[in-house]
């Protein structure tokens, strides 16, 4: 990315400073005393936790009629609010892993936090289908292990490869934003100025030195786990998409429901990670290491993603009418016309209309506007599951088989609780762990290579 | 102050410890508390106290009952019904009829105050079992029961559990008999009687969910 | 106790207990003793002392139990057919509104658990196609009445003034009742009952209690068909229809499939001629329905053709019928000459001409007597071979509105001290300007036997609780008069 321009300009001793100041900026984050906004902050998102706490004492305690799900409406709220924080992960896969094997040296201002984002989204979302089931208790049943019933889990479900799935990417994902925080768990460690801070980020350093062979071997594993996340970017979506596609059910058995959702998926994404890094680059003072440039070109990509998500709206409706299957139809007609025609028009105008905006420069560079118009998409982009969700069960093939959902105060209080957990955790990382990856930033940054340039 | 890494003396620690507990530490527990869990153990072997020292080794053993003596509906119920008492009272009418240890018993039968028996062989309650379905299709007493004749006091002898049912409904030549000889404890079945019953009585244990669970 | 009741224990020394008590005396030489739980080597035992180990650890926890323990309580004496976990069947009847309803009921250890028709019934039994003896219908009512069995709400003890008494306590008292020189003031008031068995007990209390009446009221009765047949004939008799043998089939305000007393009878009639394949009336026939009623009932939504009219206009229109089959004068009425009347009553008397014999007039028992009357002119004449009429059991009472204005007329001259009401709830279902509930105030001693302790049981001194129908013996007599066990 450095121009030779950039380049020349550096000296070694600027290098330095520069580095320094990398260093010095990321690391106050986590090791000066905490900053006013962090507690309110942190109090709100602890009180939307208590939320979660207490409606899944609810929930277990009484059953999951608390909710507003019933025989027909078999899944709403919990579903949506699992595919919809699913998706969320997404972007942060994308950005670690992706961009990074195509070499997007920008990535590295915003990789570090949109991983965490995406460990952080999926914790949220696993609690999901893990509560639906109405028997917690016995989650651990989906791993397959030799009991005393002779039973195994029934491999040709796609809730099953939903697991899997899941598990694979939480395990992925963990590995890979850990393995790469050492280097930087390191620096906080040699710069921490009380013991037990000394201590902790010690421990969890691993007993990283910086030597040569470190890094040559980190280089390697980061390739690897990269190399290994990237596929996930692609399956995991498309696997939770078979819950729906593989369904016989009208609206849902579609075959072009993992690439759209993939699209949707990182869509969602880049808007919460715009969301969150909007802020923190200006309450943490981070502006010259994540730069206007980069959110200017996450608001792109949500222009492409947008885009694509806007077309599979279309060829939905399309090869409904284009099949002539009257089923399909009718599910269609009665998702944009029926009774959750608000649902349907709040998706559209949110995920179709809201991204157009972004071709607009002034749009992608206030950041008011950028955090405005992203949290539109991910409104827009929850709806967009509640749809497929609420509305392809609402009017099944009987009548008999017809309702409407209504949400219960649970139902409510369950998804401000996600959003509790996910701040939460967010807000301790932002606190405490390096929010950029300093290592990789320096590696990219233009003084990186001016001494490259004068050989 | 220097930097914080990992002093010398960690090194064996690492090495003896911390890595073998996580290597061998996780299997262990799983082990263990697979182990305690599993049925083999929790249930087999289980023997309460009954309200009256009935002892089948006294008279299913030496004494010879047929088990259908007292347990006469087993070929036409679900149940292997524990007796009334006035069955018990056939005999003890006239054998040791003062005896304190029959009390209960003679209350049960003259002031109609029942006999409260403690189960041993128990299924959870979401299991149907048909014992007149087995029975009648050779598959011994014993099978599930154990050796009767030898227990002074009844104790589970088999784990129950649902891998053992499904392990017999799958294959089950090896638990058939010759239907007349399904009381007769410690019976050794000829060679290719089980294939034979199973293909003269049509035997086919199903083993779909709603055959137990319906 | 020992702690193998339960099979775990709460410390070594009581582990070390745990060997079974007793088992020297009764087996002196046990071959397979090791094999019995106490073996030290055994893998339950292996896992006991393994498990201290884990519960320390917070592994074992609470999944290590057995499952709760559990007793068999065998019966002292099994009854004689009695095998535990079969069902047996036995036949029945249920009584409602003075006529007997055969049943077969299924029974598991004791507990009636399922009600069915009786499919060998001579009245009701056999099924939609004529010979088959394996179905018989039942009703709603019926159905419902094995939820009543079990209905937590039933009254379960004696009631005195309000408060809890023993049986005894009312046995003493009717020992003392019986004392009294004269029974000139004792008054019973009964529901209806086709019992042979309670007419006869009515009669010997009657001999052994002389000067005591004994009253019937039924709310929802037949009593307006009486007064017709008397009307019509001269005397009480009972029409019963024969659906099967019917072309044609009026229902005046009658909704015979559910509302009768031989509805079962009638449905499983009706359902014979109905089906061309099957019907009694020849093959590929069938019969028709005209329901001319006030209300939508199951017969007006079976019905072929169904006239909505008044309940008060059920009469002018049964006269335009009979004006226009026997040339009378037509009724005054301005609803005769409603077209859809009109339209209906003419194609009507033209078929019921084509089907004479074959016909049925069925009115229901809110219709007055007026009608009963026209119809059973009608099944006279155009019914011959369709309907029957039985002699009526008692066809010198008087009616039940009659009955229990009687008795309301002697409370008020203080002719009653002691009243007994066997079933039924007369304070909620007595005709309202009787106010019977006041009236009960005026009598010295009051009983009430119910089910319920309901409206009348919180008027009357004593409230005995009644036995279900599934919990005592009796007997009945359905519609046509046959007798039937209980």
């Known amino acids: ?455 | 102050m220097a930097r914080f890494l990992f002093p010398e003396w960690t090194q064996p620690l690492k090495k003896y410890v911390i890595t073998p507990a996580l290597l061998v530490g996780p299997v262990y527990i799983v082990l263990m508390a697979a182990l305690v869990k599993d049925p083999q153990t929790l249930r087999v072997g289980y023997m309460p106290e009954q309200p009256v020292p009935y002892s089948h080794a006294l008279h299913a053993g030496e004494m010879g009952l047929d088990c259908r003596y007292c347990h006469n509906v087993v070929e036409q119920s679900a149940k292997a019904a524990v007796p009334p008492a006035a069955t018990c009272m056939n005999c003890h009418q006239t054998v040791l009829p003062r005896s304190e240890k029959l009390l209960p018993v003679r209350q049960a039968f003259f002031e109609n105050e029942p006999l409260r028996w403690v189960r041993v062989t128990d299924l959870p309650d979401y299991v149907f079992f048909n014992h007149s379905a087995h029975v009648t299709r050779g598959v011994g007493c014993e099978t599930c029961h154990g050796r009767v004749d030898r227990m002074v006091r009844v104790w589970q002898a088999q784990p129950l559990t649902m891998q053992w049912c499904l392990d017999c409904h799958r294959n089950p030549e090896p638990n058939l008999r010759e239907p007349a000889n399904v009381t007769v404890m410690g019976y050794q079945p000829a060679a290719g009687e089980g294939a034979a019953v199973k293909a003269r009585l049509k035997i086919n244990p199903p083993t779909d969910c709603s055959t137990c669970h319906r | 106790m020992s702690s193998l009741d339960h099979g775990y224990w709460k410390s070594i020394a009581e582990l070390d207990r745990d060997l079974p008590s007793g088992e020297a005396e009764f087996t002196p030489a046990d071959p397979e003793a090791s094999d019995d739980g106490v073996d030290p080597l055994s893998r339950r035992n292996f896992a006991k002392l393994m498990g201290a180990s884990l519960a320390l650890a917070g592994v074992a926890g609470a999944g290590c139990k057995r499952y709760q323990r559990e007793e068999i309580v065998p019966l002292g004496r099994r009854p004689e057919d009695q095998i535990p976990g079969v069902t047996q069947e036995y036949a029945t009847s249920f009584e409602l509104g003075g006529h007997a309803h055969p049943l077969v009921v299924t029974s598991y250890e004791g507990r009636p658990i399922k009600v069915d028709g009786n499919p060998e019934h001579p009245f009701i039994g056999g099924g939609v196609v004529a010979g088959t003896r394996r179905h018989a219908g039942s009703s709603a009512f019926a159905q419902g009445s094995i939820l009543h069995l079990y209905d937590p709400d039933r009254s379960t003890g004696v009631n005195h003034s309000g408060k809890a008494a023993s049986f005894s306590d009312f046995k003493t008292w009717i020992g003392e009742l019986r004392k009294q020189a004269s029974f000139n003031k004792v008054r019973v008031l009964a529901e209806a009952t086709s019992s042979p068995t309670v007419q006869a007990l009515r009669r010997r209390l009657e001999g052994a209690m002389p000067g005591l009446i004994w009253h019937e009221w039924e709310p929802l009765s037949w009593d307006n068909e009486r007064a017709g047949m008397v009307q019509a004939f001269g005397k009480v008799v009972r029409p019963i229809a024969e659906l099967d043998k019917a072309e044609t089939v009026v229902a005046l305000d009658c909704d015979f499939f559910v509302d009768h007393p031989a509805a079962v009878r009638y449905g499983r009639d009706f359902a014979r001629a109905r089906h061309p394949a099957t019907s009694t009336l020849g093959r590929g026939r069938m019969n028709r329905l005209y329901a001319i009623e006030s209300a939508y009932s199951a017969t007006g939504v079976m019905a072929d053709h169904r006239l909505p009219v008044r309940t008060e206009h059920v009469l002018p229109v049964a006269q335009m019928l009979e004006s226009l089959l026997t040339g009378g004068p037509a009724p005054r009425a301005e609803v005769v000459n409603e077209a859809k009347v009109k339209r209906l009553v003419e194609a009507l008397a033209r078929e019921i001409r084509a089907n004479t014999g074959r016909v049925v007039f069925l009115v229901g028992r809110r219709q007055p007597a007026a009608v009963h009357a026209l119809a059973a002119r009608l099944n006279q004449t155009y019914g011959s071979s369709a309907v029957r009429h039985v002699e009526d059991p008692e066809p010198t009472r008087p009616t039940h509105a009659e009955a229990i204005a009687t008795l309301a007329r002697e409370i008020k001259q203080q002719q009653v001290e002691t009243l007994f009401i066997l079933g039924g709830n007369p304070v909620y279902d007595a005709p309202a300007d009787l106010d019977l509930g006041a009236l009960l105030g005026q009598v010295a001693t009051s009983v009430h036997l119910a089910e319920y302790a309901d409206e009348t049981s919180a008027r009357t001194t004593w409230h005995v609780p009644r036995a279900h129908y599934l919990e005592c013996w009796g007997d009945g007599r359905t519609w046509d008069g046959t007798l039937t066990m209980q």
């Open chain 1, 1 to 455: 990315m450095a121009s030779p321009s950039e380049a020349a300009a550096g000296s070694d001793g600027e290098a330095q400073a520069v580095f320094r100041g990398i260093t010095d900026d990321v690391s106050r984050v986590a090791l000066n005393p905490t900053p006013k906004w962090w507690w309110p902050a942190f109090g709100v998102s602890n009180l939307m936790l208590l939320c979660l706490v207490v409606s899944l004492y609810h929930l277990f305690t009484t059953g999951i009629g608390v909710w507003g799900n019933n025989n027909i409406q078999g899944w709403a709220w919990d579903i949506t609010n699992f595919v919809f924080w699913i998706g969320i992960g997404h972007a942060g896969t994308l950005i670690s892993a992706v961009l990074y094997l195509f070499r997007q040296d920008w990535r590295t201002s915003i990789n570090r936090s949109a991983e965490a984002m995406t460990i952080f989204a999926v914790a949220a979302a696993g609690i999901f289908p893990i509560i639906h089931t109405g028997r917690p208790w016995f989650a651990w049943w989906m791993i397959p292990h030799p009991n005393d019933m002779g039973m195994w889990p029934q491999f040709r479900s796609p809730l099953m490869w939903d697991v899997f799935a899941i598990s694979t990417y939480a395990t992925t994902s963990i590995l890979f934003w850990y393995m790469g925080m050492v280097p930087d768990l390191a620096t906080l460690r040699d710069r921490a100025k009380e013991r037990w801070k000394q201590v902790g980020y010690g421990l969890l350093a691993l007993g990283w030195r910086g030597s040569a062979r470190q890094w040559h071997r980190y280089e390697r594993a980061y390739l690897i786990l990269a190399a290994l996340s990237t596929p996930l970017v692609l399956s995991v979506h498309s696997v939770v998409s078979f819950d729906f596609a593989t369904s016989q059910n009208p609206g849902w058995h579609t075959t072009i429901f993992p690439p759209y959702f993939v699209a949707g998926a990182i869509f969602s994404g880049f808007a919460m990670v715009a969301t969150l890094l909007v802020p923190l680059r200006h309450l943490c003072g981070l502006k010259h290491i994540i730069k206007e440039s980069h959110i200017e070109a996450m608001c792109k990509i949500m222009i492409a993603t947008g885009l694509m998500v806007g077309g599979a709206y279309g060829i939905e409706i399309f090869i409904a009418w284009y099949s002539g299957n009257a089923g399909e139809w009718f599910t269609f007609r009665n998702r944009v016309l029926g009774e959750y025609s608000w649902a349907y028009f709040a998706m559209v105008s949110c995920n179709v209309l809201v991204p157009q905006f972004f071709w607009i420069r002034k749009c992608r560079t206030n950041p008011w506007i950028v955090v405005g118009l992203c949290i539109l998409i991910n409104v827009g982009m929850w709806f967009e599951r509640f749809v497929i969700i609420a509305t392809s069960l609402a009017r099944q093939a009987m009548p008999g088989m017809w309702g409407y959902f209504s949400p219960t105060r649970w139902d409510v209080l369950t998804f401000i609780g996600s959003f509790g957990l996910f701040f939460t955790l967010f807000l301790l990382f932002a606190r405490f762990l390096p929010v950029i990856a300093m290592a990789e930033v320096k590696a990219v940054s233009p003084e990186a290579h001016a001494g490259k340039d004068h050989h």
